[in-house]
Protein backbone atom coordinates (compact mmCIF):
# COMPACT_ATOMS: atom_id res chain seq x y z
CA UNK A 1 0.00 0.00 0.00
CA UNK A 2 1.17 3.68 -0.94
CA UNK A 3 3.03 4.65 2.24
CA UNK A 4 1.04 8.60 1.51
CA UNK A 5 -2.05 6.93 2.45
CA UNK A 6 -0.90 5.78 5.93
CA UNK A 7 0.04 9.59 6.52
CA UNK A 8 -2.80 11.62 5.12
CA UNK A 9 -5.40 11.03 7.66
CA UNK A 10 -2.66 12.86 9.82
CA UNK A 11 -1.95 15.93 7.67
CA UNK A 12 -3.55 19.24 7.93
CA UNK A 13 -5.32 21.10 4.67
CA UNK A 14 -2.27 22.71 3.01
CA UNK A 15 -2.88 26.86 2.64
CA UNK A 16 -5.34 27.65 0.65
CA UNK A 17 -3.50 28.45 -2.96
CA UNK A 18 -6.09 27.08 -5.43
CA UNK A 19 -8.32 30.00 -6.69
CA UNK A 20 -10.76 27.30 -8.75
CA UNK A 21 -11.79 24.45 -9.41
CA UNK A 22 -10.18 22.65 -12.88
CA UNK A 23 -13.27 20.92 -13.71
CA UNK A 24 -15.86 22.82 -12.58
CA UNK A 25 -17.05 25.82 -11.23
CA UNK A 26 -17.70 26.38 -7.40
CA UNK A 27 -21.08 26.76 -7.22
CA UNK A 28 -23.60 24.52 -5.89
CA UNK A 29 -25.13 24.10 -9.61
CA UNK A 30 -22.16 24.03 -11.54
CA UNK A 31 -20.58 21.43 -9.23
CA UNK A 32 -24.33 19.34 -9.45
CA UNK A 33 -24.10 19.80 -13.46
CA UNK A 34 -20.50 18.26 -13.58
CA UNK A 35 -21.29 15.54 -11.53
CA UNK A 36 -24.05 14.58 -13.35
CA UNK A 37 -22.05 14.68 -16.73
CA UNK A 38 -19.15 12.06 -14.87
CA UNK A 39 -18.86 8.85 -17.40
CA UNK A 40 -19.67 6.30 -13.90
CA UNK A 41 -19.21 3.65 -16.90
CA UNK A 42 -15.34 4.94 -16.97
CA UNK A 43 -14.82 4.28 -14.01
CA UNK A 44 -10.60 4.89 -13.39
CA UNK A 45 -11.26 7.77 -15.47
CA UNK A 46 -14.18 9.46 -13.13
CA UNK A 47 -12.30 8.18 -10.17
CA UNK A 48 -9.02 10.50 -11.32
CA UNK A 49 -11.35 13.28 -11.73
CA UNK A 50 -13.04 12.75 -8.74
CA UNK A 51 -9.57 12.51 -7.02
CA UNK A 52 -8.17 15.96 -8.84
CA UNK A 53 -11.29 17.42 -7.74
CA UNK A 54 -11.00 16.24 -3.73
CA UNK A 55 -7.33 17.73 -3.70
CA UNK A 56 -8.58 21.06 -5.08
CA UNK A 57 -11.36 21.44 -3.15
CA UNK A 58 -9.43 21.14 -0.08
CA UNK A 59 -7.07 23.52 -0.83
CA UNK A 60 -9.14 26.48 -2.32
CA UNK A 61 -9.93 29.18 -0.30
CA UNK A 62 -13.96 28.75 0.31
CA UNK A 63 -16.35 29.22 3.21
CA UNK A 64 -17.30 26.43 4.91
CA UNK A 65 -20.90 25.92 4.45
CA UNK A 66 -20.23 26.09 0.25
CA UNK A 67 -17.45 23.53 1.04
CA UNK A 68 -19.49 21.30 2.89
CA UNK A 69 -22.63 21.73 0.54
CA UNK A 70 -19.87 20.79 -1.86
CA UNK A 71 -18.50 17.75 -0.53
CA UNK A 72 -22.35 16.54 -0.42
CA UNK A 73 -22.58 16.83 -3.85
CA UNK A 74 -19.50 14.85 -4.58
CA UNK A 75 -20.54 12.38 -1.89
CA UNK A 76 -22.73 9.71 -4.23
CA UNK A 77 -20.45 9.89 -7.19
CA UNK A 78 -17.10 9.33 -4.40
CA UNK A 79 -19.23 6.43 -2.76
CA UNK A 80 -20.44 4.64 -6.09
CA UNK A 81 -16.72 5.02 -7.95
CA UNK A 82 -15.30 3.07 -4.42
CA UNK A 83 -17.60 0.19 -4.78
CA UNK A 84 -16.74 -0.47 -8.60
CA UNK A 85 -13.13 -0.02 -7.74
CA UNK A 86 -13.21 -2.38 -4.78
CA UNK A 87 -14.09 -4.85 -7.32
CA UNK A 88 -10.50 -5.21 -7.96
CA UNK A 89 -9.07 -5.85 -4.51
CA UNK A 90 -12.06 -7.31 -2.47
CA UNK A 91 -12.60 -11.00 -2.31
CA UNK A 92 -9.31 -11.58 -4.28
CA UNK A 93 -5.99 -13.72 -2.73
CA UNK A 94 -4.76 -12.86 0.72
CA UNK A 95 -1.56 -10.76 -1.31
CA UNK A 96 -3.52 -8.33 -3.61
CA UNK A 97 -1.17 -7.99 -7.14
CA UNK A 98 0.47 -4.63 -7.82
CA UNK A 99 -1.75 -3.07 -10.08
CA UNK A 100 -4.75 -4.29 -7.98
CA UNK A 101 -3.10 -2.54 -4.60
CA UNK A 102 -3.15 0.45 -6.62
CA UNK A 103 -6.25 0.63 -7.75
CA UNK A 104 -7.08 -0.23 -3.80
CA UNK A 105 -4.48 2.97 -2.88
CA UNK A 106 -6.50 5.25 -5.14
CA UNK A 107 -9.91 4.49 -3.38
CA UNK A 108 -8.32 4.58 0.25
CA UNK A 109 -6.96 7.98 -0.96
CA UNK A 110 -10.75 9.43 -2.44
CA UNK A 111 -11.92 8.40 1.14
CA UNK A 112 -8.98 9.77 3.22
CA UNK A 113 -9.24 13.13 1.19
CA UNK A 114 -13.01 13.14 2.40
CA UNK A 115 -12.73 12.69 5.85
CA UNK A 116 -9.95 15.44 5.49
CA UNK A 117 -12.52 17.73 4.42
CA UNK A 118 -15.19 17.22 6.66
CA UNK A 119 -12.27 17.04 9.96
CA UNK A 120 -11.29 20.56 8.50
CA UNK A 121 -15.04 22.36 8.31
CA UNK A 122 -15.77 20.65 11.65
CA UNK A 123 -12.38 22.09 13.79
CA UNK A 124 -12.32 25.56 11.27
CA UNK A 125 -15.88 26.18 11.93
CA UNK A 126 -16.04 25.28 15.93
CA UNK A 127 -12.74 27.51 15.66
CA UNK A 128 -14.44 30.92 14.83
CA UNK A 129 -17.88 29.57 16.84
CA UNK A 130 -15.89 29.16 20.59
CA UNK A 131 -14.42 32.39 19.77
CA UNK A 132 -17.14 34.40 18.71
CA UNK A 133 -19.42 36.02 21.02
CA UNK A 134 -23.07 35.47 20.17
CA UNK A 135 -25.56 38.48 21.08
CA UNK A 136 -29.52 37.50 21.91
CA UNK A 137 -30.46 38.23 18.41
CA UNK A 138 -27.54 35.71 17.00
CA UNK A 139 -29.09 32.76 18.32
CA UNK A 140 -30.03 31.43 14.31
CA UNK A 141 -26.41 32.09 13.59
CA UNK A 142 -25.28 29.90 16.96
CA UNK A 143 -27.47 27.39 15.54
CA UNK A 144 -26.75 27.35 12.08
CA UNK A 145 -22.97 26.98 12.89
CA UNK A 146 -23.87 24.19 15.61
CA UNK A 147 -25.77 22.29 13.01
CA UNK A 148 -22.76 23.03 10.35
CA UNK A 149 -20.20 21.37 13.04
CA UNK A 150 -22.95 18.72 13.80
CA UNK A 151 -22.73 17.67 9.76
CA UNK A 152 -19.24 18.18 9.20
CA UNK A 153 -18.48 16.09 12.33
CA UNK A 154 -20.38 12.67 11.39
CA UNK A 155 -19.93 12.81 8.21
CA UNK A 156 -16.06 12.99 9.27
CA UNK A 157 -16.68 10.69 11.52
CA UNK A 158 -18.44 8.08 9.19
CA UNK A 159 -15.72 8.51 6.08
CA UNK A 160 -13.01 7.85 8.95
CA UNK A 161 -14.92 4.73 9.81
CA UNK A 162 -15.44 3.31 6.51
CA UNK A 163 -11.46 4.18 5.87
CA UNK A 164 -11.20 1.93 9.13
CA UNK A 165 -13.47 -0.92 7.73
CA UNK A 166 -11.28 -1.05 4.10
CA UNK A 167 -7.66 -1.01 5.94
CA UNK A 168 -9.38 -4.16 8.20
CA UNK A 169 -10.64 -5.53 5.46
CA UNK A 170 -7.47 -6.48 3.13
CA UNK A 171 -5.28 -7.05 6.98
CA UNK A 172 -3.51 -3.76 6.95
CA UNK A 173 -2.38 -1.66 10.04
CA UNK A 174 -4.77 0.93 11.20
CA UNK A 175 -3.52 4.56 8.71
CA UNK A 176 -1.03 6.90 11.16
CA UNK A 177 -2.77 9.37 12.40
CA UNK A 178 -6.39 7.66 11.90
CA UNK A 179 -7.21 7.77 15.48
CA UNK A 180 -6.33 10.67 16.48
CA UNK A 181 -8.93 12.10 13.83
CA UNK A 182 -11.76 9.78 15.25
CA UNK A 183 -11.15 10.96 19.00
CA UNK A 184 -10.45 14.86 18.03
CA UNK A 185 -14.07 14.79 16.34
CA UNK A 186 -15.88 12.87 19.09
CA UNK A 187 -13.96 15.22 21.88
CA UNK A 188 -15.52 18.20 19.80
CA UNK A 189 -18.69 16.95 19.56
CA UNK A 190 -18.52 16.22 23.68
CA UNK A 191 -17.58 19.99 24.00
CA UNK A 192 -20.10 21.23 22.34
CA UNK A 193 -22.62 19.33 23.34
CA UNK A 194 -23.12 17.25 19.96
CA UNK A 195 -23.22 13.49 20.81
CA UNK A 196 -26.44 13.42 20.09
CA UNK A 197 -26.31 15.49 16.56
CA UNK A 198 -28.18 12.82 14.67
CA UNK A 199 -28.79 12.87 10.57
CA UNK A 200 -29.65 10.16 7.84
CA UNK A 201 -26.92 8.74 5.54
CA UNK A 202 -28.11 7.13 2.03
CA UNK A 203 -24.60 5.58 1.78
CA UNK A 204 -25.03 3.57 4.92
CA UNK A 205 -26.51 -0.08 3.86
CA UNK A 206 -29.51 0.37 6.24
CA UNK A 207 -29.52 4.49 6.22
CA UNK A 208 -30.45 4.50 9.89
CA UNK A 209 -30.70 7.77 11.46
CA UNK A 210 -27.63 7.35 13.74
CA UNK A 211 -25.99 9.99 16.29
CA UNK A 212 -22.30 10.87 16.26
CA UNK A 213 -21.37 9.39 19.26
CA UNK A 214 -22.85 6.28 17.87
CA UNK A 215 -20.85 6.45 14.27
CA UNK A 216 -17.55 7.22 17.00
CA UNK A 217 -18.92 3.96 18.85
CA UNK A 218 -19.21 1.89 15.12
CA UNK A 219 -15.02 2.31 15.13
CA UNK A 220 -14.49 1.58 18.24
CA UNK A 221 -16.81 -1.65 18.19
CA UNK A 222 -14.95 -2.64 14.86
CA UNK A 223 -11.50 -1.94 16.10
CA UNK A 224 -12.35 -4.77 19.17
CA UNK A 225 -13.47 -7.15 16.39
CA UNK A 226 -10.47 -9.51 16.03
CA UNK A 227 -10.83 -8.76 12.04
CA UNK A 228 -7.44 -11.00 11.76
CA UNK A 229 -9.58 -13.96 12.43
CA UNK A 230 -12.30 -12.92 9.79
CA UNK A 231 -12.81 -13.27 6.11
CA UNK A 232 -13.89 -10.51 4.29
CA UNK A 233 -17.33 -10.85 3.71
CA UNK A 234 -17.37 -11.55 7.42
CA UNK A 235 -16.07 -7.78 7.96
CA UNK A 236 -18.34 -6.29 5.61
CA UNK A 237 -21.21 -8.07 7.06
CA UNK A 238 -20.44 -6.41 10.68
CA UNK A 239 -19.02 -3.27 9.42
CA UNK A 240 -22.71 -3.19 8.09
CA UNK A 241 -24.47 -3.60 11.01
CA UNK A 242 -23.03 -2.13 12.84
CA UNK A 243 -25.72 0.53 12.57
CA UNK A 244 -27.85 -0.83 14.66
CA UNK A 245 -25.49 -2.52 17.22
CA UNK A 246 -23.81 0.77 18.63
CA UNK A 247 -27.82 1.46 20.03
CA UNK A 248 -26.45 -1.07 22.82
CA UNK A 249 -22.40 0.20 23.37
CA UNK A 250 -22.44 3.08 25.64
CA UNK A 251 -19.53 5.33 26.46
CA UNK A 252 -18.59 7.12 29.39
CA UNK A 253 -15.86 9.62 31.48
CA UNK A 254 -16.80 7.09 34.35
CA UNK A 255 -15.81 3.38 34.50
CA UNK A 256 -18.36 1.20 35.47
CA UNK A 257 -17.94 -2.98 36.45
CA UNK A 258 -19.31 -3.64 33.06
CA UNK A 259 -16.32 -2.21 30.76
CA UNK A 260 -14.42 -3.96 28.48
CA UNK A 261 -12.43 -1.31 26.75
CA UNK A 262 -11.37 1.86 27.04
CA UNK A 263 -10.18 4.69 25.11
CA UNK A 264 -7.04 7.80 25.10
CA UNK A 265 -8.31 10.43 23.05
CA UNK A 266 -4.87 12.07 22.94
CA UNK A 267 -3.52 8.75 21.82
CA UNK A 268 -3.14 7.75 17.84
CA UNK A 269 -4.56 3.93 19.00
CA UNK A 270 -7.95 2.18 19.06
CA UNK A 271 -9.25 1.28 22.21
CA UNK A 272 -7.50 -1.21 24.71
CA UNK A 273 -9.23 -4.01 27.62
CA UNK A 274 -9.74 -2.44 30.74
CA UNK A 275 -7.58 -4.99 32.27
CA UNK A 276 -4.53 -3.04 30.88
CA UNK A 277 -5.38 -0.06 32.27
CA UNK A 278 -2.89 1.42 33.92
CA UNK A 279 -3.92 4.68 35.75
CA UNK A 280 -6.32 7.38 35.23
CA UNK A 281 -6.16 10.58 33.16
CA UNK A 282 -9.07 13.53 31.99
CA UNK A 283 -8.64 11.99 28.23
CA UNK A 284 -10.31 8.42 29.05
CA UNK A 285 -13.32 7.34 28.07
CA UNK A 286 -15.08 3.90 28.76
CA UNK A 287 -16.88 1.47 26.97
CA UNK A 288 -19.66 -0.55 28.37
CA UNK A 289 -20.44 -3.32 25.73
CA UNK A 290 -22.85 -5.29 28.49
CA UNK A 291 -26.34 -4.73 26.57
CA UNK A 292 -24.45 -5.72 23.08
CA UNK A 293 -23.17 -8.69 24.66
CA UNK A 294 -26.65 -10.00 25.63
CA UNK A 295 -28.14 -8.89 21.89
CA UNK A 296 -25.27 -11.62 21.09
CA UNK A 297 -25.76 -14.27 23.54
CA UNK A 298 -29.56 -13.87 22.13
CA UNK A 299 -28.93 -13.79 18.71
CA UNK A 300 -26.83 -17.73 19.66
CA UNK A 301 -30.37 -18.67 21.21
CA UNK A 302 -32.80 -21.21 19.47
CA UNK A 303 -35.75 -17.99 19.00
CA UNK A 304 -33.38 -14.64 18.56
CA UNK A 305 -34.80 -11.81 18.41
CA UNK A 306 -33.75 -9.84 15.79
CA UNK A 307 -32.38 -5.99 15.36
CA UNK A 308 -32.85 -6.57 11.57
CA UNK A 309 -33.54 -9.55 9.87
CA UNK A 310 -30.13 -9.43 8.13
CA UNK A 311 -28.83 -10.87 11.83
CA UNK A 312 -30.37 -13.92 10.58
CA UNK A 313 -29.46 -14.10 7.07
CA UNK A 314 -26.76 -12.40 6.72
CA UNK A 315 -24.55 -14.19 10.39
CA UNK A 316 -23.29 -17.37 9.94
CA UNK A 317 -23.20 -19.34 13.07
CA UNK A 318 -19.16 -19.01 13.36
CA UNK A 319 -19.69 -15.31 12.70
CA UNK A 320 -22.24 -15.55 15.79
CA UNK A 321 -20.01 -17.21 18.10
CA UNK A 322 -16.83 -14.84 17.01
CA UNK A 323 -18.67 -12.34 18.30
CA UNK A 324 -20.21 -13.79 21.61
CA UNK A 325 -16.57 -14.37 22.00
CA UNK A 326 -14.94 -11.35 21.43
CA UNK A 327 -17.27 -9.34 23.96
CA UNK A 328 -15.72 -11.33 26.59
CA UNK A 329 -12.72 -10.02 28.45
CA UNK A 330 -9.68 -12.35 26.75
CA UNK A 331 -8.59 -15.04 28.39
CA UNK A 332 -4.63 -15.52 29.69
CA UNK A 333 -2.72 -17.72 27.61
CA UNK A 334 -2.18 -21.15 28.60
CA UNK A 335 0.96 -21.52 27.97
CA UNK A 336 3.64 -18.86 26.69
CA UNK A 337 4.79 -18.70 23.14
CA UNK A 338 8.67 -19.61 22.73
CA UNK A 339 11.01 -18.44 19.46
CA UNK A 340 11.35 -21.17 17.33
CA UNK A 341 13.72 -21.59 14.46
CA UNK A 342 12.26 -23.86 11.48
CA UNK A 343 10.04 -25.21 9.07
CA UNK A 344 6.69 -27.71 8.99
CA UNK A 345 4.98 -28.90 5.86
CA UNK A 346 1.83 -27.99 5.97
CA UNK A 347 -1.35 -29.14 3.47
CA UNK A 348 -3.83 -26.45 3.58
CA UNK A 349 -7.44 -26.74 3.11
CA UNK A 350 -9.89 -29.49 3.97
CA UNK A 351 -9.12 -31.64 0.57
CA UNK A 352 -5.49 -31.75 1.48
CA UNK A 353 -5.63 -32.53 4.60
CA UNK A 354 -7.53 -35.22 4.08
CA UNK A 355 -5.36 -35.93 1.05
CA UNK A 356 -2.37 -36.21 3.34
CA UNK A 357 -4.10 -38.16 6.32
CA UNK A 358 -5.24 -40.51 4.00
CA UNK A 359 -1.55 -41.54 3.08
CA UNK A 360 -1.80 -39.97 -0.04
CA UNK A 361 -4.46 -42.06 -1.02
CA UNK A 362 -7.30 -40.79 -3.66
CA UNK A 363 -10.94 -40.61 -2.19
CA UNK A 364 -11.99 -43.14 -4.54
CA UNK A 365 -9.70 -45.76 -3.32
CA UNK A 366 -9.77 -44.30 0.26
CA UNK A 367 -13.53 -45.21 0.55
CA UNK A 368 -13.47 -48.67 -1.56
CA UNK A 369 -16.10 -48.01 -3.73
CA UNK A 370 -16.25 -50.36 -6.91
CA UNK A 371 -18.09 -48.22 -9.20
CA UNK A 372 -15.91 -45.25 -8.43
CA UNK A 373 -12.79 -47.12 -9.09
CA UNK A 374 -14.33 -48.45 -12.10
CA UNK A 375 -15.39 -45.24 -13.68
CA UNK A 376 -19.05 -45.82 -13.87
CA UNK A 377 -20.69 -42.64 -12.98
CA UNK A 378 -21.22 -42.07 -8.94
CA UNK A 379 -20.70 -37.97 -7.44
CA UNK A 380 -17.95 -37.83 -4.83
CA UNK A 381 -18.01 -34.61 -3.34
CA UNK A 382 -14.21 -32.97 -3.81
CA UNK A 383 -14.53 -29.59 -2.36
CA UNK A 384 -16.23 -26.95 -0.88
CA UNK A 385 -17.54 -24.98 -3.92
CA UNK A 386 -18.98 -28.73 -4.73
CA UNK A 387 -21.44 -28.78 -2.11
CA UNK A 388 -23.35 -26.04 -3.39
CA UNK A 389 -22.50 -25.77 -7.08
CA UNK A 390 -23.16 -28.21 -10.39
CA UNK A 391 -22.44 -31.40 -11.32
CA UNK A 392 -18.83 -32.75 -10.69
CA UNK A 393 -16.14 -31.85 -13.28
CA UNK A 394 -15.33 -33.53 -16.26
CA UNK A 395 -12.33 -35.87 -15.38
CA UNK A 396 -9.86 -34.16 -17.04
CA UNK A 397 -10.60 -30.89 -15.46
CA UNK A 398 -11.50 -32.60 -12.48
CA UNK A 399 -7.79 -33.98 -11.85
CA UNK A 400 -6.52 -30.57 -12.77
CA UNK A 401 -8.50 -28.90 -10.67
CA UNK A 402 -7.37 -31.07 -7.23
CA UNK A 403 -3.57 -30.69 -8.11
CA UNK A 404 -2.98 -27.36 -6.27
CA UNK A 405 -5.44 -28.50 -3.23
CA UNK A 406 -3.26 -31.54 -2.66
CA UNK A 407 -0.18 -30.03 -2.58
CA UNK A 408 1.86 -29.49 1.02
CA UNK A 409 3.72 -26.51 1.07
CA UNK A 410 7.06 -25.67 3.16
CA UNK A 411 6.24 -23.46 6.36
CA UNK A 412 8.68 -20.84 8.15
CA UNK A 413 7.62 -21.00 12.06
CA UNK A 414 8.22 -17.64 14.10
CA UNK A 415 6.91 -19.26 17.76
CA UNK A 416 5.34 -22.13 19.11
CA UNK A 417 3.64 -22.41 22.14
CA UNK A 418 1.70 -25.73 23.35
CA UNK A 419 -1.69 -25.23 21.53
CA UNK A 420 -0.29 -23.99 18.15
CA UNK A 421 2.18 -21.60 16.37
CA UNK A 422 3.09 -18.21 14.50
CA UNK A 423 4.03 -19.63 10.96
CA UNK A 424 5.46 -17.22 8.12
CA UNK A 425 4.38 -17.47 4.52
CA UNK A 426 7.22 -16.88 1.76
CA UNK A 427 6.00 -15.43 -1.12
CA UNK A 428 2.38 -14.86 -2.83
CA UNK A 429 0.35 -17.00 -0.67
CA UNK A 430 -2.56 -18.68 -2.27
CA UNK A 431 -6.73 -17.75 -1.74
CA UNK A 432 -6.87 -20.62 0.28
CA UNK A 433 -4.89 -19.33 3.31
CA UNK A 434 -7.62 -17.71 4.95
CA UNK A 435 -9.17 -17.67 9.02
CA UNK A 436 -11.42 -20.81 9.64
CA UNK A 437 -9.38 -23.22 7.25
CA UNK A 438 -8.23 -26.65 8.04
CA UNK A 439 -4.72 -27.58 7.93
CA UNK A 440 -1.88 -30.59 8.22
CA UNK A 441 0.93 -30.38 9.61
CA UNK A 442 3.89 -31.95 10.40
CA UNK A 443 7.34 -31.38 11.34
CA UNK A 444 10.66 -33.43 10.38
CA UNK A 445 10.48 -35.13 13.44
CA UNK A 446 6.61 -35.79 13.88
CA UNK A 447 5.67 -39.26 13.60
CA UNK A 448 2.01 -38.21 11.69
CA UNK A 449 0.25 -35.46 10.65
CA UNK A 450 -1.52 -33.35 13.59
CA UNK A 451 -4.54 -31.49 12.48
CA UNK A 452 -4.92 -27.55 13.04
CA UNK A 453 -7.20 -24.66 11.82
CA UNK A 454 -5.54 -21.13 10.80
CA UNK A 455 -7.17 -18.55 13.51
CA UNK A 456 -5.93 -15.34 12.25
CA UNK A 457 -4.09 -13.74 9.18
CA UNK A 458 -1.75 -10.56 9.71
CA UNK A 459 -0.67 -8.72 6.62
CA UNK A 460 1.10 -5.42 5.84
CA UNK A 461 3.36 -5.98 2.95
CA UNK A 462 1.94 -7.46 -0.86
CA UNK A 463 3.45 -10.98 0.25
CA UNK A 464 4.81 -12.99 3.25
CA UNK A 465 2.32 -12.80 5.68
CA UNK A 466 2.38 -14.38 8.90
CA UNK A 467 -0.54 -16.34 10.37
CA UNK A 468 -1.57 -17.98 13.38
CA UNK A 469 -2.16 -21.79 14.23
CA UNK A 470 -4.11 -23.57 16.67
CA UNK A 471 -3.77 -27.21 17.12
CA UNK A 472 -6.94 -29.14 16.80
CA UNK A 473 -5.88 -32.95 17.29
CA UNK A 474 -2.23 -34.72 17.27
CA UNK A 475 -4.05 -37.44 14.84
CA UNK A 476 -6.84 -37.70 12.67
CA UNK A 477 -8.60 -40.51 10.55
CA UNK A 478 -9.36 -40.30 6.86
CA UNK A 479 -12.85 -41.17 5.73
CA UNK A 480 -15.81 -40.78 3.71
CA UNK A 481 -19.40 -39.83 5.06
CA UNK A 482 -22.92 -39.10 3.44
CA UNK A 483 -26.36 -38.07 5.12
CA UNK A 484 -29.34 -40.50 5.26
CA UNK A 485 -32.41 -38.60 3.97
CA UNK A 486 -35.87 -39.82 5.78
CA UNK A 487 -36.91 -41.00 2.75
CA UNK A 488 -34.25 -43.56 2.83
CA UNK A 489 -32.15 -42.05 -0.12
CA UNK A 490 -28.75 -40.16 0.59
CA UNK A 491 -26.30 -37.47 -0.09
CA UNK A 492 -23.03 -38.08 -1.88
CA UNK A 493 -20.08 -39.31 -0.21
CA UNK A 494 -18.14 -36.09 1.24
CA UNK A 495 -14.78 -36.78 3.19
CA UNK A 496 -15.19 -36.17 6.62
CA UNK A 497 -12.31 -36.81 9.21
CA UNK A 498 -12.52 -38.80 12.25
CA UNK A 499 -10.35 -37.88 14.99
CA UNK A 500 -10.19 -39.97 18.35
CA UNK A 501 -10.88 -38.67 21.95
CA UNK A 502 -7.54 -38.81 24.04
CA UNK A 503 -9.57 -39.92 27.11
CA UNK A 504 -12.48 -42.29 25.58
CA UNK A 505 -12.52 -43.34 21.92
CA UNK A 506 -16.54 -44.00 22.32
CA UNK A 507 -16.35 -40.14 22.38
CA UNK A 508 -14.52 -39.41 18.85
CA UNK A 509 -16.00 -36.89 16.69
CA UNK A 510 -16.09 -35.62 13.49
CA UNK A 511 -14.81 -33.19 11.26
CA UNK A 512 -17.18 -32.30 7.80
CA UNK A 513 -17.24 -29.57 5.51
CA UNK A 514 -19.46 -26.79 6.61
CA UNK A 515 -23.13 -25.69 6.27
CA UNK A 516 -24.03 -29.80 4.66
CA UNK A 517 -24.00 -31.93 7.90
CA UNK A 518 -26.49 -30.65 10.85
CA UNK A 519 -27.15 -31.70 14.04
CA UNK A 520 -29.83 -34.50 14.14
CA UNK A 521 -28.78 -36.01 10.80
CA UNK A 522 -28.27 -39.40 10.38
CA UNK A 523 -25.22 -40.34 8.65
CA UNK A 524 -23.20 -42.98 7.36
CA UNK A 525 -19.70 -43.46 8.21
CA UNK A 526 -17.26 -45.30 5.37
CA UNK A 527 -13.67 -46.63 6.56
CA UNK A 528 -12.49 -48.56 3.35
CA UNK A 529 -15.03 -50.90 2.59
CA UNK A 530 -16.62 -51.11 6.10
CA UNK A 531 -20.10 -48.52 6.80
CA UNK A 532 -21.14 -47.12 10.30
CA UNK A 533 -24.44 -45.76 10.98
CA UNK A 534 -24.05 -42.62 13.29
CA UNK A 535 -26.47 -39.62 14.59
CA UNK A 536 -24.67 -36.23 14.84
CA UNK A 537 -25.50 -34.94 18.06
CA UNK A 538 -23.81 -32.01 19.50
CA UNK A 539 -21.94 -29.58 17.06
CA UNK A 540 -18.37 -28.63 19.12
CA UNK A 541 -16.58 -26.24 16.58
CA UNK A 542 -17.90 -24.19 13.68
CA UNK A 543 -15.43 -22.12 11.25
CA UNK A 544 -15.87 -20.69 8.24
CA UNK A 545 -15.02 -24.46 6.19
CA UNK A 546 -15.70 -27.32 8.65
CA UNK A 547 -17.63 -28.29 11.37
CA UNK A 548 -16.77 -30.74 14.56
CA UNK A 549 -19.40 -33.12 15.71
CA UNK A 550 -19.88 -35.89 18.74
CA UNK A 551 -21.72 -38.45 17.10
CA UNK A 552 -23.64 -41.67 18.28
CA UNK A 553 -23.23 -44.88 16.40
CA UNK A 554 -26.72 -46.85 15.31
CA UNK A 555 -27.07 -49.11 17.27
CA UNK A 556 -24.18 -48.20 20.17
CA UNK A 557 -23.13 -51.94 19.77
CA UNK A 558 -20.94 -51.42 16.73
CA UNK A 559 -18.81 -48.82 18.97
CA UNK A 560 -16.53 -51.38 19.85
CA UNK A 561 -16.17 -52.27 16.04
CA UNK A 562 -15.39 -48.45 14.95
CA UNK A 563 -12.64 -48.40 17.52
CA UNK A 564 -11.12 -51.66 16.27
CA UNK A 565 -10.97 -49.89 12.85
CA UNK A 566 -9.42 -46.72 13.79
CA UNK A 567 -6.78 -48.20 15.99
CA UNK A 568 -5.56 -49.63 12.45
CA UNK A 569 -5.49 -46.47 11.05
Known amino acids: MNLKIRNLADDRLPMPHVQRLSLSGTSADEVQQWVANLPMLNVGDTAKQLYTTLQELAAIDLPSTTRLELMELLRPAIYSIIESLSKHYINQNLAINQRAGQIAALAHELRAYSAMIYHNIALSTATQYLNQHFSLFAILKKKAMLKLIGQATHRGLAELFYLLSNARTLHLSDYTGMW ?81 LWVDTKVDAPPMYTKQLQGKNADIFHIDVHDLLD ?129 HWIGTPPSMLRTGELISLIKPDDSGWRLGLIRWVQEDRPSDPQFGIEILSEHGIACGARVIMDDGNSSDYMRTLLIPNKQSQNQSTLLTPTRVFKVGHKISIRLGHDEFLAMLTRELVVTQSFSQFEFVLLPAERSNELISKMLTH
Open 295 to 423: HFQNLNGKTPKLLHPDEDAGLSTSLKLHLLEILNPPKERASERQLHDGTLTMGLGFISTHYQLAGQCSFEELIEIPALLSGCSFKVMTHESDLYDAPMLREEAHHHALDNYFASHQINIINSSDTGYCL
Open 180 to 260: LGLHELYTLAQRLDLRAFAQMDKQQTYGKKITVEQMYLRSIFLSACHTNKLRQAEIKKISQLSEFWTDLVHISPAQSDHDL
